[in-house]
Nanobody, 123 residues
Framework: VQLQASGGGLVQAGGSLRLACAAS????????MGWFRQAPGKEREFVAA????????YYADSVKGRFAISRDNAKNTVYLQMNSLKPEDTAVYYC?????????????????WGQGTLVTVSS
């Protein structure tokens, strides 16, 4: 499984960004795709996840109502639309893939990871 994250950048507080995670290497219909983030000096934390088949979505409380995860089956790509960004959203964002349907918010359940993309939100 290969994952390529993109779309990070510098944005002002209140702005929006859309991250993309292009997946390749196998059929992903049985996968859960997740987004995690890691701020400087902090542990990696769960942001959002989506079941490739069926499209069920899950969010961390800190981003619920502001972020939206989605997938494009034809492009094998998962997106994270981030709105109303706050300085505390600043982090390196990683996409990840797993075949586990439980513990989707636990990073140890994800064996495959992309390289990360930096999101910086200025105040």
């Amino acid at each position: 499984v290969q994952l390529q994250a993109s779309g990070g950048g510098l944005v002002q507080a209140g702005g929006s960004l859309r991250l993309a995670c292009a997946a390749s290497g196998r059929t992903f219909s049985s996968y859960v795709m997740g987004w995690f983030r890691q701020a400087p000096g902090k542990e990696r934390e769960f942001v959002a996840a989506i079941r490739w088949s069926g499209g069920s979505t899950y969010y961390a409380d800190s981003v619920k109502g502001r972020f939206a995860i989605s997938r494009d089956n034809a492009k094998n790509t998962v997106y994270l639309q981030m709105n109303s960004l706050k300085p505390e959203d600043t982090a390196v964002y990683y996409c990840a893939a797993t075949t586990y349907y439980t513990d989707y918010d636990r990073s140890f359940r994800y064996p495959s990871w992309g390289q990360g993309t930096l999101v910086t939100v200025s105040s």
